[in-house]
Every structure is written in structure tokens, then in C-alpha cells.
């Protein structure tokens, strides 16, 4: 199988995400050294790390929740993002700092689709042995 075959166009999102970082670094940077060339290099690995462990989670969560049976409108599923949208807005403004929103927004997402996730499990069990008797 060839190179070509294996690579998805996911692949191609990271490697967009690797060098805007990497890029954006080496602009930053006020003179071109061996040293801020390997620190562009690391920000922009880390960067794509980061960009893979979000929206790599937050696409599993979606494809697992339409796996399940559940639809993208439903308001379970919808949950997570619209309490991750309101508070990261929230702590943005108040704070002035969009790295503390987005940090936020990130664990507001984590915590309610972990409630969600309980929540509905709880409920399925629930139905499941009342149907049973």
C-alpha cells in the first residue's frame, strides 16, 4: 500500500495546523537562530497535539453519539457545546482573555458531556430494568 493511499485528509489538517503554528512562531520571532527555529518547531508540534486532542475528542464524541442512535440536534448532544460556547464567552469577557475562555469553554465541554454521558447511561439502565418486569 502506498504513502498515498494510507493518507487521509485529516492528515492534511494536521499538517495545516503544524506549520501555521510553526509559521506563526518563526513571524514572532525577531531574528532567525537556530534557537527560534527549534522553538517554532516545538509550538508547532504542541500546537498540533493540542488541536488533535480537542477537536479529535469532540469529533469521537459526536460520531459515537450518532453510533449510539442519537441524533446532532438532539439537545443532549447539544448540551456540552452550547454550555462550553456560554461560558468560555462569559470568562472571555470578563477576564479580557481568550486563552482563559477557550480553557473554560474546553472543561465546561469535558464536564457536562461527562454528565450527559452518566446521566443518559443512568437513564438507559433505568428503562432497561423496568422493562424487564
Known amino acids: 500500500m502506498s504513502l498515498h493511499e494510507r493518507l487521509r485528509?485529516?492528515?492534511?489538517?494536521?499538517?495545516?495546523?503544524?506549520?501555521?503554528?510553526?509559521?506563526?512562531m518563526l513571524?514572532?520571532?525577531d531574528a532567525l537562530t537556530t534557537r527560534t527555529a527549534l522553538s517554532?518547531?516545538?509550538?508547532?508540534?504542541?500546537?498540533?497535539v493540542v488541536f488533535q486532542f480537542?477537536?479529535?475528542?469532540v469529533w469521537g464524541y459526536a460520531v459515537e453519539y450518532h453510533n449510539a442512535g442519537?441524533?446532532?440536534t438532539d439537545w443532549p448532544f447539544l448540551l456540552p457545546f452550547v454550555a462550553a460556547a456560554v461560558s468560555g464567552v462569559a470568562v472571555a469577557v470578563v477576564t479580557g482573555s481568550v486563552a482563559a475562555g477557550?480553557?473554560?469553554?474546553?472543561?465546561?465541554?469535558v464536564v457536562v458531556a461527562g454528565l450527559v454521558a452518566v446521566g443518559t447511561w443512568l437513564v438507559v439502565g433505568y428503562r432497561e430494568t423496568?422493562?424487564?418486569q
Do not use: I, K, M
Open 40 to 48: 517554532a518547531v516545538l509550538s508547532g508540534l504542541f500546537g498540533t
Open 102 to 109: 477557550a480553557w473554560t469553554a474546553f472543561w465546561a465541554f
Open 9 to 24: 485528509p485529516w492528515h492534511g489538517v494536521l499538517l495545516a495546523v503544524f506549520l501555521a503554528g510553526t509559521a506563526l
Open 130 to 132: 423496568g422493562a424487564g
Open 70 to 72: 442519537g441524533q446532532w
Open 54 to 57: 480537542t477537536v479529535g475528542n
Open 27 to 29: 513571524w514572532r520571532a
